[in-house]
């Protein structure tokens, strides 16, 4: 490398200096101030989820969207929408002592941690890497990827200070540590697993030991705070459709991913994706195999397991994480934080190789990555600029690995049990994702509906259609379909039931109540989700107590007192009137199970199934009942005569149908579904369930 007179290499540092010092003013004047004012996206999801946890409120829910978005209007952050997916429990944790603050409070408390986890992480890095302070600086302050998530109140600075936490350790021989620094980050968020698979490459087994002791810690911490229940639903239900894409809006371009990407090609969808470039749905589980299998081969193959060099290591962890990155299945700008670390190990390589132009393709991908303003083209499938940046920088740290003396050639065939053994886990997962892939048929019966919106639940026949909850950009709102808007901002309704011309509405702010379409009924304090008998009698709501929600009876006639009808400690998740006045209702058993129960006019409860089930709905002509059971990770519709107990499946698909409801023929249901969209973000159907 040219050696620089200390003149040359005083201003050069001076120049750094300012250069970051204009880019941190400018995020002082700019992004900070709405980092501090004000709640953004995820930061409430973290948020609520800790305030439940804190405040010994059960969240075994966590996951419904709807009981979600209730628990975020009782505490009033000032969203307009809060979901938990697809983020683990275990990283609610982290916000747990902060919890019993007001929220835009606990959010400074936050943003005060984590610029201090980001000064210790830039400390551990330039010790790490050996760049000087003045350019760790810079890499810091021209991260874009930062301001957006001190802006959202995200976790990825967390993430990052964990990973070089863990190579901080590891340099330092404190191998079992920097194995449990990383079984954290894989709690936090499940993407970096990928250095599981580096550390047995490297045969480091007291680094493997480490990820496997640290994540049966926080497993057990998870456990402890939210039930086996709700982390065995996390894994079996959501976690594989998260690694499929399906955890937002699997079509948008704006995460630029392989899952979208693909999806936007090949998958058709209705509403979502209705020109697909191919329809070839099938590609998708093949290429999400084979995609990965291409991008970690090379990595396995360059990683030398005997070698200690602290620089080759340097570069592995941050190949490793940049495999992260690149198959992440829906990145967004957040995310990107971490490559602080990659890019600062590639820039001290370049730089003292004197390889200028590999350092300008370095600071043109990484500033490329986090362009906040690439225009977007939506007819335009395979414009995702922001994808092959992060594939580009992914190959350059490649490069970096590949051993010099050797040819590719003798580079794989020294490593073929590896190469046949990610074959095979690639063979298997296509063969699984095949097996998983719903077919264009199960959008048979989709209701059309005009209403622009994210989500559609809830649907009930009325006299003129269909009314249901609509989840749009103002909020949820009760709508009946071809009827009449109401522009007006109004507090969020997230439950109703019908009758004839009437209908009863759960709206909710900083607390629920039920009001009466035609104004013939007091609002009802401290209730959610009504239902109503079909003589036009009785309307039941729940009514929670810590989370545990009870099934409370109302006279619509005023005539009684309500009073509870449930057993004492039921949690009741959903219930439906018979004709004659019976309920069934699903509830939580013991182990946290939800199964179906009927209570009968004299209030004797009886257990009606014990498998999993919810979503209970029975016909006007009381012959028959359509609920919702779970089968291998997803709820589908089963239709059981009354009288004889037999049981037909009306849906089998690797996604939910859920919310059925009757239509007046005693024949036709109407349901909710979120099959080839994100998972909880449903549209309606209608379907023959009796010939």
Not at 157 to 186: D, E, P, S, T
Not at 357 to 372: D, H, M, Q, R
Not at 609 to 624: C, F, I, M, N, Q
């Amino acid at each position: 490398m040219e050696q620089r007179s200390p003149l040359q290499s005083r201003n050069i540092e001076r120049m750094e200096w300012t250069v970051a010092a204009c880019l941190l003013l400018w995020f002082g004047c700019t992004t900070a101030p709405h980092a501090w004012g004000a709640l953004n996206t995820d930061f409430p999801n973290y948020y609520i989820t800790a305030h439940l946890v804190r405040h010994h409120i059960s969240t075994s829910r966590i996951y419904e969207w709807v009981w979600f978005q209730r628990q975020q209007d009782y505490l009033r952050t000032g969203q307009t929408f809060s979901a938990m997916q697809p983020l683990t429990p275990f990283s609610a944790l982290f916000l747990w002592p902060f919890a019993s603050l007001a929220p835009l409070a606990a959010k400074h408390c936050w943003l005060i941690l984590n610029a201090g986890l980001l000064v210790v992480s830039a400390g551990m890095l330039r010790s790490i890497v050996g760049l000087r302070w003045s350019r760790v600086a810079l890499l810091i302050a021209a991260s874009y990827p930062l301001e957006r998530n001190m802006l959202t109140g995200q976790f990825y600075v967390l993430l990052l200070f964990l990973i070089v936490l863990g190579l901080w350790m590891h340099r330092r021989g404190y191998r079992i540590l920097a194995g449990a620094a990383i079984a954290v980050a894989i709690g936090l968020k499940i993407f970096p697993l990928l250095y599981v698979l580096y550390f047995l490459r490297k045969r480091d087994w007291r680094a493997l030991s480490g990820v496997v002791a640290g994540g049966v810690a926080a497993a057990a911490v998870s456990i402890a705070a939210f039930g086996w229940k709700l982390n065995r639903l996390y894994v079996l239900q959501l976690l594989p459709r998260e690694m499929r894409g399906d955890s937002t809006n699997p079509y948008d371009l704006t995460s630029a991913s392989f899952t979208v990407l693909f999806h936007r090609l090949f998958v058709f969808e209705p509403t979502l994706n209705p020109d697909p470039t191919i329809h070839a749905a099938w590609l998708l589980p093949v290429l999400l195999a084979i995609v990965p299998l291409l991008i970690i081969t090379p990595l396995i193959v360059f990683v030398v397991p005997g070698a200690k060099d602290p620089r080759q290591m340097l570069l592995e962890w941050s190949a490793v994480l940049l495999a992260c990155l690149t198959l992440s299945p829906m990145p967004a700008s957040y995310h990107f934080v971490l490559l602080v670390l990659p890019v600062a190990a590639l820039a001290k390589k370049f730089i003292d190789d004197d390889a200028l132009w590999k350092l300008a393709t370095l600071i043109f991908l990484f500033l490329a990555i986090g362009f906040p303003h690439w225009p977007m083209n939506s007819a335009a499938p395979l414009y995702v600029p922001r994808l092959y940046a992060t594939i580009a920088l992914y190959v350059l740290a490649l490069l970096q690995l590949r051993p010099r003396e050797q040819r590719l050639r003798s580079i794989a065939a020294g490593n073929v049990p590896w190469i046949a053994a990610l074959a095979c886990l690639a063979v298997i997962r296509v063969a699984m994702g095949l097996r998983s892939q719903p077919g264009e048929s199960v959008y048979a019966g989709r209701v059309a509906l005009a209403d622009e919106g994210f989500s559609f639940s809830q649907p009930l026949a009325t006299e003129h259609g269909i009314a249901f909850i609509a989840m749009q950009h103002s909020g949820y709102h009760a709508l009946e379909q071809g009827g009449p808007v109401d522009p007006a901002p109004r507090a969020d309704e997230l439950s109703h039931a019908v009758l004839g011309p009437r209908r009863w509405i759960e709206r909710v702010s900083a607390s629920s109540q039920i009001i009466s379409s035609d104004g013939s009924m007091a609002p009802l304090a401290d209730a959610e989700q009504p239902i109503v008998s079909p003589d036009g009698r009785w309307l039941a709501y729940q009514r929670e107590d810590h989370g545990v929600a009870a099934l409370w009876l109302h006279a619509l006639d005023s005539s009684q007192r309500d009073l509870p009808i449930t057993p004492p400690g039921t949690d009741i998740l959903e219930a439906a009137f018979a004709p004659g006045g019976d309920i069934i209702f699903s509830a939580l058993n013991y182990a946290g199970v939800a199964t179906l129960f009927e209570r009968s006019l004299d209030g004797r409860v009886v257990h009606l199934l014990s498998d999993e089930t919810r979503y209970p709905a029975v016909s006007p002509d009381g012959k028959w009942l359509v609920y919702s059971q779970l089968r291998h990770g997803s709820w589908n519709l089963r239709l059981r005569e009354r009288s004889t107990g037999r049981t037909t499946a009306l849906t089998d698909e690797p996604c939910n149908a859920i919310q059925a409801a009757w239509e007046p023929d005693s024949r036709t249901i109407l349901f909710a579904s979120d099959c080839g969209r994100a998972v909880g973000l449903t549209a309606l159907y209608r379907r023959r369930a009796v010939p």
